[in-house]
T-cell receptor
Framework: GENVEQHPSTLSVQEGDSAVIKCTYS??????FPWYKQELGKRPQLIID?????GEKKDQRIAVTLNKTAKHFSLHITETQPEDSAVYFC????????????FGKGTTLSVSS | DAGVTQSPTHLIKTRGQQVTLRCSPKSGHDTVSWYQQALGQGPQFIFQ???????QRGNFPDRFSGHQFPNYSSELNVNALLLGDSALYLC?????????????FGPGTRLTVL
Protein backbone atom coordinates (compact mmCIF):
# COMPACT_ATOMS: atom_id res chain seq x y z
CA GLY A 1 0.00 0.00 0.00
CA GLU A 2 0.85 3.67 -0.09
CA ASN A 3 3.42 5.03 2.36
CA VAL A 4 4.17 8.72 2.89
CA GLU A 5 7.40 9.94 4.47
CA GLN A 6 7.63 13.55 5.71
CA HIS A 7 10.70 15.59 6.66
CA PRO A 8 11.74 17.35 8.78
CA SER A 9 9.76 16.43 11.88
CA THR A 10 10.48 19.85 13.41
CA LEU A 11 11.39 23.14 11.78
CA SER A 12 12.23 26.43 13.45
CA VAL A 13 12.53 29.65 11.45
CA GLN A 14 12.69 33.37 12.08
CA GLU A 15 9.75 35.52 11.09
CA GLY A 16 10.09 36.52 7.45
CA ASP A 17 12.18 33.49 6.49
CA SER A 18 10.98 30.74 4.16
CA ALA A 19 10.06 27.22 5.27
CA VAL A 20 10.15 24.07 3.17
CA ILE A 21 8.63 20.72 4.10
CA LYS A 22 9.22 17.66 1.93
CA CYS A 23 7.27 14.45 1.44
CA THR A 24 7.85 11.31 -0.57
CA TYR A 25 5.28 8.69 -1.52
CA SER A 26 5.60 5.10 -2.64
CA UNK A 27 2.54 4.44 -4.84
CA UNK A 28 3.15 5.84 -8.30
CA UNK A 29 -0.61 5.67 -8.95
CA UNK A 30 -1.37 8.26 -6.26
CA UNK A 31 -2.99 11.26 -7.92
CA UNK A 32 -3.92 13.84 -5.29
CA PHE A 33 -1.70 15.47 -2.67
CA PRO A 34 -3.23 17.78 -0.04
CA TRP A 35 -1.49 19.63 2.75
CA TYR A 36 -3.21 20.16 6.09
CA LYS A 37 -2.40 22.58 8.92
CA GLN A 38 -3.32 21.55 12.44
CA GLU A 39 -3.08 24.07 15.26
CA LEU A 40 -2.86 22.82 18.81
CA GLY A 41 -6.14 21.29 19.90
CA LYS A 42 -7.84 22.00 16.60
CA ARG A 43 -8.93 20.02 13.56
CA PRO A 44 -6.71 19.60 10.46
CA GLN A 45 -7.55 22.20 7.83
CA LEU A 46 -6.67 22.03 4.16
CA ILE A 47 -4.28 24.80 3.13
CA ILE A 48 -3.40 23.76 -0.41
CA ASP A 49 -3.59 20.71 -2.66
CA UNK A 50 -2.21 19.58 -6.00
CA UNK A 51 -3.33 17.06 -8.58
CA UNK A 52 -0.94 14.70 -10.34
CA UNK A 53 -1.30 16.48 -13.69
CA UNK A 54 0.10 19.74 -12.25
CA GLY A 55 3.70 20.47 -11.29
CA GLU A 56 3.24 23.53 -9.12
CA LYS A 57 0.48 25.50 -7.46
CA LYS A 58 0.60 28.78 -5.55
CA ASP A 59 -1.75 30.53 -3.18
CA GLN A 60 -0.37 33.78 -1.81
CA ARG A 61 2.55 32.86 0.51
CA ILE A 62 2.05 29.12 0.08
CA ALA A 63 3.16 26.94 -2.82
CA VAL A 64 3.34 23.24 -3.47
CA THR A 65 5.53 21.47 -6.03
CA LEU A 66 5.16 17.91 -7.30
CA ASN A 67 7.78 15.73 -8.97
CA LYS A 68 5.99 12.59 -10.18
CA THR A 69 9.14 10.96 -11.49
CA ALA A 70 10.87 11.19 -8.13
CA LYS A 71 7.59 10.69 -6.26
CA HIS A 72 8.02 13.63 -3.98
CA PHE A 73 6.18 16.86 -3.26
CA SER A 74 7.03 19.87 -1.16
CA LEU A 75 5.32 22.71 0.70
CA HIS A 76 6.91 26.14 0.53
CA ILE A 77 5.88 28.96 2.87
CA THR A 78 7.42 32.36 2.20
CA GLU A 79 7.57 35.39 4.51
CA THR A 80 6.63 33.25 7.49
CA GLN A 81 4.62 34.79 10.32
CA PRO A 82 4.14 33.65 13.94
CA GLU A 83 0.58 32.54 13.08
CA ASP A 84 2.08 30.01 10.66
CA SER A 85 3.29 28.06 13.71
CA ALA A 86 1.44 24.72 13.69
CA VAL A 87 1.81 21.08 12.68
CA TYR A 88 1.70 20.51 8.92
CA PHE A 89 0.72 17.19 7.38
CA CYS A 90 1.17 16.06 3.82
CA UNK A 91 -1.05 13.33 2.43
CA UNK A 92 -1.48 11.24 -0.69
CA UNK A 93 -4.56 9.70 -2.26
CA UNK A 94 -3.92 6.30 -3.87
CA UNK A 95 -5.82 5.77 -7.11
CA UNK A 96 -8.29 3.18 -6.04
CA UNK A 97 -11.90 3.07 -4.87
CA UNK A 98 -12.63 5.36 -1.97
CA UNK A 99 -10.92 8.52 -0.79
CA UNK A 100 -8.74 7.31 2.06
CA UNK A 101 -5.89 9.75 2.54
CA UNK A 102 -2.51 8.41 3.64
CA PHE A 103 -0.80 10.97 5.88
CA GLY A 104 2.78 11.71 6.73
CA LYS A 105 3.78 11.96 10.38
CA GLY A 106 3.75 15.73 10.42
CA THR A 107 6.16 18.65 10.74
CA THR A 108 6.01 20.99 13.70
CA LEU A 109 6.80 24.48 12.40
CA SER A 110 7.78 27.16 14.88
CA VAL A 111 8.09 30.76 13.69
CA SER A 112 9.76 33.09 16.15
CA SER A 113 9.44 36.87 15.98
CA ASP B 1 -23.57 26.07 6.72
CA ALA B 2 -22.82 23.54 9.43
CA GLY B 3 -19.42 21.95 9.24
CA VAL B 4 -18.49 18.48 10.44
CA THR B 5 -19.50 17.87 14.03
CA GLN B 6 -18.42 15.11 16.41
CA SER B 7 -19.54 13.96 19.83
CA PRO B 8 -18.49 13.63 22.51
CA THR B 9 -15.51 15.96 22.72
CA HIS B 10 -13.70 13.92 25.33
CA LEU B 11 -14.20 10.43 26.68
CA ILE B 12 -12.49 8.39 29.38
CA LYS B 13 -12.90 4.61 29.42
CA THR B 14 -11.18 1.66 31.05
CA ARG B 15 -9.60 -1.32 29.35
CA GLY B 16 -12.09 -3.87 28.07
CA GLN B 17 -14.94 -1.41 27.77
CA GLN B 18 -16.73 -0.45 24.58
CA VAL B 19 -17.15 3.04 23.13
CA THR B 20 -19.28 4.71 20.46
CA LEU B 21 -18.26 7.93 18.77
CA ARG B 22 -20.56 9.97 16.55
CA CYS B 23 -20.07 12.17 13.49
CA SER B 24 -22.36 14.39 11.45
CA PRO B 25 -20.97 15.30 8.03
CA LYS B 26 -20.87 18.72 6.42
CA SER B 27 -24.16 19.64 4.83
CA GLY B 28 -24.41 18.10 1.36
CA HIS B 29 -21.70 15.50 1.92
CA ASP B 30 -22.43 11.79 1.60
CA THR B 31 -19.17 10.10 2.55
CA VAL B 32 -17.65 9.78 6.00
CA SER B 33 -14.12 8.62 6.75
CA TRP B 34 -12.73 7.88 10.21
CA TYR B 35 -9.13 8.43 11.24
CA GLN B 36 -7.16 7.69 14.41
CA GLN B 37 -4.51 10.25 15.38
CA ALA B 38 -2.13 9.13 18.09
CA LEU B 39 -0.16 11.81 19.91
CA GLY B 40 2.57 13.23 17.70
CA GLN B 41 1.48 11.22 14.65
CA GLY B 42 -0.44 11.84 11.47
CA PRO B 43 -4.03 10.64 11.12
CA GLN B 44 -4.35 6.95 10.20
CA PHE B 45 -7.27 5.79 8.10
CA ILE B 46 -9.67 3.42 9.86
CA PHE B 47 -12.54 3.04 7.38
CA GLN B 48 -14.90 4.91 5.10
CA UNK B 49 -18.68 4.76 4.73
CA UNK B 50 -20.73 5.58 1.68
CA UNK B 51 -24.36 4.67 0.98
CA UNK B 52 -24.54 3.09 4.44
CA UNK B 53 -21.83 0.57 3.61
CA UNK B 54 -18.17 0.25 4.52
CA UNK B 55 -16.45 1.04 1.25
CA GLN B 56 -12.82 0.93 2.28
CA ARG B 57 -10.91 -0.17 5.36
CA GLY B 58 -7.47 0.52 6.71
CA ASN B 59 -5.25 -1.74 8.77
CA PHE B 60 -7.36 -1.86 11.93
CA PRO B 61 -8.68 -4.95 13.75
CA ASP B 62 -12.31 -6.04 13.76
CA ARG B 63 -12.72 -4.46 17.20
CA PHE B 64 -13.23 -1.28 15.19
CA SER B 65 -16.60 -1.20 13.48
CA GLY B 66 -18.87 1.45 12.14
CA HIS B 67 -22.20 2.39 10.75
CA GLN B 68 -23.67 5.03 8.50
CA PHE B 69 -27.27 6.15 8.78
CA PRO B 70 -29.65 7.29 6.02
CA ASN B 71 -28.97 10.94 6.94
CA TYR B 72 -25.24 10.26 6.25
CA SER B 73 -24.20 10.57 9.89
CA SER B 74 -21.89 7.88 11.16
CA GLU B 75 -20.78 6.03 14.26
CA LEU B 76 -17.47 4.46 15.15
CA ASN B 77 -17.57 1.61 17.66
CA VAL B 78 -14.54 0.18 19.41
CA ASN B 79 -14.89 -2.99 21.48
CA ALA B 80 -12.55 -4.45 24.10
CA LEU B 81 -10.64 -1.21 24.49
CA LEU B 82 -6.86 -1.35 24.88
CA LEU B 83 -4.54 1.26 26.31
CA GLY B 84 -3.19 1.76 22.79
CA ASP B 85 -6.59 2.89 21.57
CA SER B 86 -6.06 6.19 23.37
CA ALA B 87 -6.00 8.80 20.61
CA LEU B 88 -7.84 11.61 18.89
CA TYR B 89 -10.50 10.16 16.60
CA LEU B 90 -11.27 12.34 13.62
CA CYS B 91 -14.04 12.00 11.12
CA UNK B 92 -13.91 13.64 7.73
CA UNK B 93 -16.69 14.14 5.24
CA UNK B 94 -16.58 14.49 1.48
CA UNK B 95 -18.73 14.17 -1.62
CA UNK B 96 -18.30 10.89 -3.48
CA UNK B 97 -19.14 12.23 -6.93
CA UNK B 98 -16.52 14.98 -6.89
CA UNK B 99 -13.07 13.66 -7.78
CA UNK B 100 -10.05 14.84 -5.80
CA UNK B 101 -12.40 16.56 -3.40
CA UNK B 102 -11.37 18.13 -0.14
CA UNK B 103 -12.10 16.16 2.99
CA UNK B 104 -13.42 18.35 5.79
CA PHE B 105 -12.43 17.26 9.26
CA GLY B 106 -14.44 17.44 12.44
CA PRO B 107 -12.94 18.67 15.74
CA GLY B 108 -12.31 15.13 16.90
CA THR B 109 -13.09 13.06 19.97
CA ARG B 110 -10.27 12.64 22.46
CA LEU B 111 -10.46 9.07 23.83
CA THR B 112 -8.43 8.15 26.89
CA VAL B 113 -8.27 4.49 27.93
CA LEU B 114 -7.09 3.84 31.48
Amino acid sequence: GENVEQHPSTLSVQEGDSAVIKCTYSDSASNYFPWYKQELGKRPQLIIDIRSNVGEKKDQRIAVTLNKTAKHFSLHITETQPEDSAVYFCAALPRRAGTALIFGKGTTLSVSS
Amino acid sequence: DAGVTQSPTHLIKTRGQQVTLRCSPKSGHDTVSWYQQALGQGPQFIFQYYEEEERQRGNFPDRFSGHQFPNYSSELNVNALLLGDSALYLCASSLAMVPYNEQFFGPGTRLTVL
